[in-house]
C-alpha cells in the first residue's frame, strides 16, 4: 500500500472548547460537496493552490507536540474542512499512528457517500454535525444539492449508537430558514434519538 496523501489548508492549534472538549487541534481539508451561499471557507475550500499536501505521519509529527495538553484535557485532533469525510483512509490511518489517547473529532455535513462514513464510526470519538435545514427544500436552496444522504446518515450515526457523541449544529440562515424551521428540525432530530444541539445565527457579512 503506497502512501496516503491528502490536501489541507489550514491547522489551527491551541482552540479551546471550540471544536470539541479540551485543547484541539483544528485540521482542514480542502474539497466539499456542497456550495453553501454563505460559505466562510469558499476561497480555501476550492482554490487548490491554497492546499498543502500531507501524509498522516507528516501531520502526526506536526501536531504531537501538544500531546501534553491533548491528554491533560482530554483534547486532540478536530478534522474539518471543507469535508474531512472525503479523505477516510487518511483519518483512519492518523488514529493508528496517534494511538487511542487523542480524541478525534468529525466536523462533517454528512453528505458523502455511505462507504465514506462507514470506516469511521469506531474510529471517531466525537461527531459535528452541520445539517443546516432538515427541510429539503429549505437544504437544496441553500446548499445547492439533496439532503437525502444527510438524514440517511443521521440515522446511521443513530443506529450504531453514536448519537450520544454527536453535537448537531442547527443554525438559523438568513432569507433561507426561520425558526420555526430550525424548531422542526430539532423535533425531528430528537425523533431520531439526538439531544445535543448547538443552535446560533449564521453571521453574515
Known amino acids: 500500500m503506497g502512501l496516503i496523501h491528502a490536501p489541507i489548508f489550514a491547522v489551527n492549534r491551541h482552540r479551546i472548547n471550540i471544536d470539541g472538549k479540551g485543547v484541539v487541534s483544528l485540521v482542514c481539508f480542502g474539497g466539499c460537496p456542497l456550495s453553501c451561499r454563505y460559505c466562510i471557507n469558499k476561497?480555501?475550500?476550492?482554490?487548490?493552490?491554497?492546499?498543502?499536501?500531507?501524509?498522516?505521519?507528516?501531520?502526526?509529527?506536526?501536531?504531537?507536540?501538544?500531546?501534553?495538553?491533548?491528554?491533560?484535557?482530554?483534547?486532540?485532533?478536530?478534522?474539518?474542512?471543507?469535508?474531512?469525510?472525503?479523505?477516510?483512509?487518511?483519518?483512519?490511518?492518523?488514529?493508528?499512528?496517534?494511538?487511542?489517547?487523542?480524541?478525534?473529532?468529525l466536523e462533517t455535513s454528512l453528505n458523502v457517500p455511505t462507504e465514506k462514513i462507514t470506516p469511521l464510526l469506531d474510529i471517531a470519538d466525537n461527531w459535528i454535525v452541520d445539517i443546516?435545514?432538515?427541510?429539503?427544500?429549505?437544504?437544496?436552496?441553500?446548499?445547492?444539492?439533496d439532503n437525502s444522504k444527510v438524514i440517511k446518515h443521521l440515522q446511521l450515526l443513530a443506529d450504531n449508537g453514536k448519537a450520544p457523541a454527536t453535537r448537531v449544529r442547527v443554525p438559523l440562515i438568513k432569507d433561507y430558514n426561520t425558526d420555526l424551521d430550525r424548531q422542526a428540525s430539532i423535533a425531528q432530530?430528537?425523533?431520531?434519538?439526538?439531544?445535543?444541539?448547538?443552535?446560533?445565527d449564521y453571521a453574515i457579512k
Request: hydrophobic share 35%; aromatic share 16%; net charge negative.
Open 43 to 105: 476561497d480555501l475550500c476550492f482554490d487548490r493552490s491554497k492546499w498543502h499536501d500531507y501524509t498522516p505521519e507528516q501531520l502526526y509529527d506536526e501536531l504531537r507536540v501538544d500531546n501534553l495538553y491533548f491528554l491533560a484535557t482530554c483534547g486532540g485532533v478536530t478534522f474539518g474542512g471543507g469535508e474531512p469525510l472525503l479523505q477516510p483512509d487518511f483519518i483512519v490511518r492518523f488514529r493508528e499512528i496517534c494511538g487511542g489517547e487523542w480524541k478525534i473529532n
Open 132 to 145: 443546516k435545514d432538515m427541510n429539503p427544500a429549505i437544504y437544496k436552496a441553500y446548499t445547492g444539492v
Open 189 to 200: 432530530l430528537q425523533a431520531m434519538g439526538f439531544a445535543d444541539f448547538d443552535q446560533f
